[in-house]
């Protein structure tokens, strides 16, 4: 890391993350509508508080629980998604057994094949995206409608993050489960799929890996029942609620974090 940024600096985190995506972009990873839509999570993630809230991990639980019990999990990745979390992505699908598959809304084979070296340099095998079979997600006309037939085309589960809901919408009427995460409890995608992980992409992910761990040689029919007792509404309703009290309390007090 060549970032001049003192880890004493209260925003330290953060101020990492923007320099990461900033790399990412000159690097031709990142696209500037991405850079766009960072800042828009990052907002929700200030509201939030920064952190992992019970409603997050619980959604995050079942993803796993759901991964870990599919036919075919996959593992959808975008240019902010990989430059954000690249490691922990490599991590979470090995330890799944979910395939790795590079879709991209602003597709170019090059900008694909970037992606996938920077997640081969993290120890991905078999990154889907450059060189497969192609098939069209019905109903999805965008660039993302194109995926690999041995991957998300034939896939029974998807994670996806930092999402276009109009995808989200076609992979569930393409009759496949969906996980997002997304900040935004608000938006289409949020609102579309199965579960929603209203979390920082790179902080859930690394839940993911932990919960993973616990998981991993858990009985089927413990994983079926955290599926099973999953609630979307519920969790969305506990986002929605968080965000209303934590601006209650600024409106009330004037602050929404107390400075020592």
């Known amino acids: 890391m060549h970032w001049d940024i003192p880890r004493s600096h209260p925003r330290y985190e953060s101020l990492v993350v923007r320099e990461k995506l900033v ?5 031709g990873i990142v696209v500037p509508q991405g850079l766009i839509a960072h800042g828009r999570g990052e907002a929700f993630d200030y509201i939030l508080g920064e952190r992992s809230h019970p409603f997050a991990l619980v959604a995050e639980e079942t993803t796993v629980a759901s991964m870990l ?66 098939a069209q997600i019905e109903g999805l006309e965008s660039p993302r409608g194109i995926v690999c037939r041995d991957g998300i085309y034939t896939a029974d589960f998807i994670l996806v993050a930092i999402e276009d809901g109009d995808r989200t919408q076609a992979l569930r009427k393409a009759g496949k489960m969906v996980a997002a995460i997304d900040l935004n409890p608000f938006s ?42 999953y609630d979307n509404r519920k969790v969305l309703a506990e986002a929605f609620k968080t965000i209303m009290m934590r601006l209650s309390e600024a409106t009330e007090k004037g602050v929404i974090m107390e400075i020592p």
Do not use: W
């Open 188 to 229: 289409r995608t949020a609102q579309t799929a199965h579960i929603t992980i209203v979390d920082e992409a790179r902080r859930a992910t690394k839940n993911m890996i932990e919960i993973a761990l616990k998981l991993g040689e858990a009985k089927r029919s413990k994983l079926e029942e955290i599926v099973k007792n």
């Open 69 to 134: 019990l599919a036919r075919k999990p996959v593992i959808s990745v975008n240019g902010n998604y990989a430059a954000l979390a690249a490691r922990e992505i490599v991590e979470l699908a090995k330890l799944t057994g979910a395939l790795v598959e590079v879709n991209l809304f602003y597709r170019t084979e090059e900008r694909v094949a970037k992606i996938a070296r920077l997640l081969e340099r993290e120890g991905a095998q078999n990154v889907l995206g450059v060189g497969c079979e192609k």
């Open 23 to 27: 790399e990412a972009f000159i690097d």
